[in-house]
C-alpha cells in the first residue's frame, strides 16, 4: 500500500529538548515536504526536497532542521523547541515538484511545554 | 508573494442542497491549482488538479472549475460522507511548493 509514515504521532516534550520527526514514503517520490498546520494560519510549508541530498527552506524553516540522505526517508529536527513549534505537523511527497499531488502523513501532533 | 483565500470559512447544508466553495488567488504565473480533503485527525488528500483558466475536473459529486482569479469547487447533493474541510492551494513561478488557502468547512446534514 502506498504511504507515507510519521512517528512519533503524538508527542509531549519541554523547551530545548532535541527531537526529531521521522517520516517515510515507499512510492519512490523524488519530492518530500514538512508542513505545519495551525488555527487560523492554515498549513505552511517549513522545508522540502526535490530530491537526495537536495532541501530548500519553505515560508516557516525558522527553528527547523532536515535532511535528505535516503529518497524514502526525510526526518524533521527541532534542535531546541519552543512552545511556538507546538502544532500539527504534515510529511507530505510527490513524483515531481510540479504536479502539486502530494500525498500527506496521517500527522504529528506536537506540544512543547 | 502568492496568496490563496477561501470562502466562505465554514459552510452547513442539508443533504441534497448543491452549493460552491471559491478560493481567490493571487499567483505569479500560475503553474497549477489543487483541491484537497481533509478530514478531522488526518493528513489532507488529493481530489484534483486545474491547470488553466476553463478547464473543468469531475470526481463523483464535486466538481472543480478554474477562472483567471479564482476556482469554484461545486458540490452537488452532498450527502453527509462529503462533510470534511476543504483546502484549496496553488504553486506558481516563484516557488517550489504550495501555497495554501485556509480552507472551508463543510458540514452536510442528514
Known amino acids: 500500500e502506498a504511504q507515507v509514515t510519521q512517528n512519533p504521532r503524538y508527542l509531549i516534550t519541554v523547551t530545548g529538548k532535541k527531537l526529531t520527526v521521522t517520516c517515510s514514503q515507499n512510492?519512490?517520490?523524488?519530492?518530500m515536504s514538512w508542513y505545519r498546520q495551525d488555527p487560523g494560519l492554515g498549513l505552511r510549508q517549513i522545508y522540502y526536497?526535490?530530491?537526495?541530498?537536495?532541501?530548500d527552506k519553505g515560508d516557516v524553516p525558522e527553528g527547523y532542521k532536515v535532511s535528505r540522505k535516503e529518497k524514502r526517508n526525510f526526518p524533521l529536527i527541532l534542535e531546541s523547541p519552543s512552545p511556538n513549534q507546538t502544532s500539527l505537523y504534515f510529511c507530505?511527497?510527490?513524483?515531481?515538484?510540479?504536479?502539486?499531488?502530494?500525498?500527506f502523513g496521517e500527522g504529528s501532533r506536537l506540544t512543547v511545554l | 508573494e502568492d496568496q490563496v483565500t477561501q470562502s466562505p470559512e465554514a459552510l452547513r447544508l442539508q443533504e441534497g442542497e448543491s452549493s460552491s466553495l471559491n478560493c481567490s488567488y493571487t499567483?505569479?504565473?500560475?503553474?497549477?491549482l489543487f483541491w484537497y480533503r481533509q478530514d478531522p485527525g488526518k493528513g489532507p488528500e488529493f481530489l484534483f488538479t486545474?491547470?488553466?483558466a476553463g478547464e473543468e475536473k469531475e470526481k463523483e459529486r464535486l466538481k472543480a472549475t478554474l477562472t483567471k482569479k479564482e476556482s469554484f469547487l461545486h458540490i452537488t447533493a452532498p450527502k453527509p460522507e462529503d462533510s470534511a474541510t476543504y483546502l484549496c492551494?496553488?504553486?506558481?513561478?516563484?516557488?517550489?511548493?504550495?501555497?495554501f488557502g485556509k480552507g472551508t468547512h463543510l458540514i452536510i446534514q442528514p
Open positions: 507530505a511527497s510527490s513524483l515531481g515538484h510540479i504536479t502539486g499531488e502530494l500525498f
Open positions: 512510492m519512490n517520490h523524488e519530492y
Open positions: 526536497s526535490m530530491n537526495v541530498e537536495v532541501t
Open positions: 499567483v505569479s504565473g500560475l503553474r497549477g
Open positions: 486545474l491547470y488553466s
Open positions: 492551494a496553488v504553486t506558481g513561478g516563484g516557488a517550489d511548493g504550495l501555497t
